[in-house]
T-cell receptor, first 112, second 115 residues
Framework: GDSVTQTEGLVTLTEGLPVMLNCTYQ??????LFWYVQHLNEAPKLLLK?????KRPEHQGFHATLHKSSSSFHLQKSSAQLSDSALYYC???????????FGTGTRLQVLP | DAGVTQTPRHEVAEKGQTIILKCEPV?????LFWYRQTKIQGLELLSY????????DGGAFKDRFKAEMLNSSFSTLKIQPTEPKDSAVYLC?????????????FGPGTRLTVL
């Protein structure tokens, strides 16, 4: 079945340093990949999603590249901000369904 | 446009009680999802409806969890009987559906505490 793996439960770093949150996946069908972000006491919301034409999605300074060869969709940002502190979920939707499978989430904590 | 609404926002139940959580999706959305959110498991799918038809009922959650979609603008999740391990945040999400990377729009969630 489809699955998403986020190996880091908590990532702590200092403001201004680069961010990379790992995401790998398994899927029988060519999936669409997503990153959702959930700030404290808020609902999860879409941060960015993959494209089929290998364009690199970007939003709020974050970007992610879908690498089919390594089944990865890591989230990156060049310089962390305090406001980036949140819970980040990687998710996939297989091409034959509207169901979305979420990873267990990575909490990003940015310190001053 | 109104987003996804969920009621109640907080629920406290005694072990063995029956509780019903409610969700109103974004108007016009065809897909509706119920998730359980915990720190350890993250977001776990409980039920998935497409145009009011149940597409998936979450496997391991089938025995005490039942979701229904009475019409295109209202869904309920019943937990019967509740157990302390059910304490979690329950999120409802809706999506336009279709094959165009449709994003999911989440409600604020219901925080359930079972004593």
């Amino acid at each position: 079945g489809d699955s998403v793996t986020q190996t880091e439960g908590l990532v702590t770093l200092t403001e201004g340093l680069p961010v990379m949150l790992n995401c790998t996946y398994q899927s029988t069908y060519s999936p669409f990949l997503f990153w959702y972000v959930q700030h404290l006491n808020e609902a999860p919301k879409l941060l960015l999603k993959s494209f089929t034409d290998n364009k690199r999605p970007e939003h709020q300074g974050f970007h992610a590249t879908l690498h089919k060869s390594s089944s990865s969709f890591h989230l990156q940002k060049s310089s962390a901000q305090l406001s980036d502190s949140a819970l980040y979920y990687c998710a996939l939707r297989a091409s034959n369904t509207n169901k979305v499978v979420f990873g267990t989430g990575t909490r990003l904590q940015v310190l001053p | 446009d109104a987003g996804v609404t969920q009621t109640p926002r907080h629920e406290v139940a005694e072990k063995g009680q029956t509780i019903i959580l409610k969700c109103e999706p974004v108007s016009g959305h065809n897909d509706l999802f119920w998730y359980r959110q915990t720190k350890i498991q993250g977001l776990e799918l409980l039920s998935y409806f497409r145009s009011k038809s149940l597409m998936e009922d979450g496997g391991a959650f089938k025995d005490r969890f039942k979701a229904e979609m009475l019409n295109s603008s209202f869904s309920t999740l019943k937990i019967q009987p509740t157990e302390p391990k059910d304490s979690a945040v329950y999120l409802c999400a809706s999506s336009p559906g279709g094959w165009n990377y449709a994003e999911q729009f989440f409600g604020p969630g219901t925080r359930l505490t079972v004593l």
